[in-house]
Nanobody
Framework: QLQLVESGGGLVQPGGSLRLSCAASEFTGFTLDYYAIGWFRQAPGKEREGVSCISSSGGDTNYADSVKGRFTISRDNAKNTVYLQMSSLKPEDTAVYYC?????????????????????WGKGTLVTVSS
C-alpha cells in the first residue's frame, strides 16, 4: 500500500513563500516515479479542491486558476519527492494541503481527470497565511 507524507507547512505572512514536499514512506517499498501526483487543499468550512498535478515523468503539469502564476509543481524522482513551491501567498490560500495519487487505474501516470481518480492520500500539512 502506497503511503504519502506531506511536510513544509507553517505560518507565513501575506506575500511570503513556502515549499511543500510530498514523499512516499520509506517503509512501503513504493516509489513515486510510477504515479502522477496531485496537490489538493481544504479550507475550514469549504470543500476540498484540486490545486495542481504533475505527471509521473514531470513532463505535464496543470494548475487551478486561483493559483496559476503563483504556485509551481515539480518532482525529483531520484529523491522520491514531489514539491509545491508557493509564492505571493494570500490569506485565502490558508488550508490543509494534501498530496494524492491514483494507484490502481491505467491512467495513474497522467494528470487527466486526476481530481476524480485519486485513491491514496497523505495526512495533510497546514498552511496559514496571516499577519
Amino acid at each position: 500500500q502506497l503511503q504519502l507524507v506531506e511536510s513544509g507547512g507553517g505560518l507565513v505572512q501575506p506575500g511570503g513563500s513556502l515549499r511543500l514536499s510530498c514523499a512516499a514512506s520509506e517503509f512501503t517499498g513504493f516509489t513515486l516515479d510510477y504515479y502522477a501526483i496531485g496537490w489538493f487543499r481544504q479550507a475550514p468550512g469549504k470543500e476540498r479542491e484540486g490545486v495542481s498535478c504533475i505527471s509521473s515523468s514531470g513532463g505535464d503539469t496543470n494548475y487551478a486558476d486561483s493559483v496559476k502564476g503563483r504556485f509551481t509543481i515539480s518532482r525529483d524522482n531520484a529523491k522520491n519527492t514531489v514539491y509545491l513551491q508557493m509564492s505571493s501567498l494570500k490569506p485565502e490560500d490558508t488550508a490543509v494541503y494534501y498530496c494524492a495519487a491514483d494507484t490502481l487505474g491505467r491512467l495513474r501516470m497522467y494528470c487527466s481527470d486526476y481530481t476524480s481518480r485519486v485513491d491514496s492520500w497523505g495526512k495533510g500539512t497546514l498552511v496559514t497565511v496571516s499577519s
